[in-house]
């Protein structure tokens, strides 16, 4: 492990799992941008309940570049469609890739565990509001960040949402209706633990003021997840 090579070995260590949501919409269009471009997730691999299961690909060739947003949303075997909930769900609750379930009820089963094991992170952050995410992040874990989050309104996925019709967000938003769900019940969530931080702290209006300035720093610096996050895709 990287952190025995660092610290060496035989440290005892806690290990938190933590997660970032994103609104489904703008999510889902930023994943079709980026395969539109010639993204592909070719390295990853499906694992559940001690099996890799096969997933057909949407395409043929090496990529799906120049893909059109019906493309994307017509192909059954995309993943894109909400990837959040499941992604955060026990899939062998649902007989993983390979259900036998109808959609209904896999569906109730699958969005009911990520909202469960979303429940049980000691910590998650919206990336649409990422002061309070700060904020919250720092208080649960006593840590203080030396730069400031940055908010991003205007990225890639909204520029797309713009050019589209009512239909087609229509479309969008029926496609990722667990992950719009999902959305919902993690922003109730988040601003009851940033509330309950809130009203303890008897320093808060100038604690999220001053979120990013250290005593040892002689400016303000930004920070945005988007722009540290390790891509996990193979662009050509």
């Given amino acids: ?135 919250t992040f720092e208080e649960t874990f006593k840590m203080r960040f030396a730069v400031a989050f940055e908010q991003h309104n205007a990225t890639l996925s909204a520029a797309t949402m713009a050019t589209l019709s009512a239909e087609q967000l229509d479309a969008v938003r029926r496609l990722n209706s667990l992950d719009l769900e999902l959305y919902e019940f993690a922003k109730n969530l988040a601003f009851q633990r940033f509330k309950r931080l809130r009203d303890r702290d008897p320093h808060f209006v100038q604690r999220f003021q001053h979120l990013g300035e250290l005593p040892s720093r002689q400016s303000a610096t930004e920070f945005n997840w988007d722009s540290v996050i390790e891509d996990t895709t193979d662009n050509e």
């Fill in 1 to 135: 492990m990287e952190l025995n090579k660092i610290e060496g070995e035989g440290i005892k260590r806690r290990y938190f799992y933590v997660t970032i949501i994103r609104d489904p919409v703008a999510r889902y269009l930023s994943e079709f941008r980026h395969v539109q471009r010639g993204a592909t997730w070719r390295g990853a691999r499906h694992w559940c309940g001690g099996t890799q299961a096969n997933i057909p690909q949407c395409y043929d060739g090496p990529n799906w570049k120049g893909v059109t947003l019906e493309e994307f949303m017509e192909c059954p075997y995309n993943l894109a469609r909400n990837r959040q909930t499941r992604m955060l769900a026990d899939l062998s609750m649902v007989g993983c890739y390979n259900s036998t379930l109808s959609k209904a009820d896999k569906d109730r089963l699958m969005l009911a565990s990520a909202k469960h094991n979303l429940q049980f992170m000691p910590f998650f952050m919206l990336t649409e509001y990422q002061k309070v995410g700060q904020y």
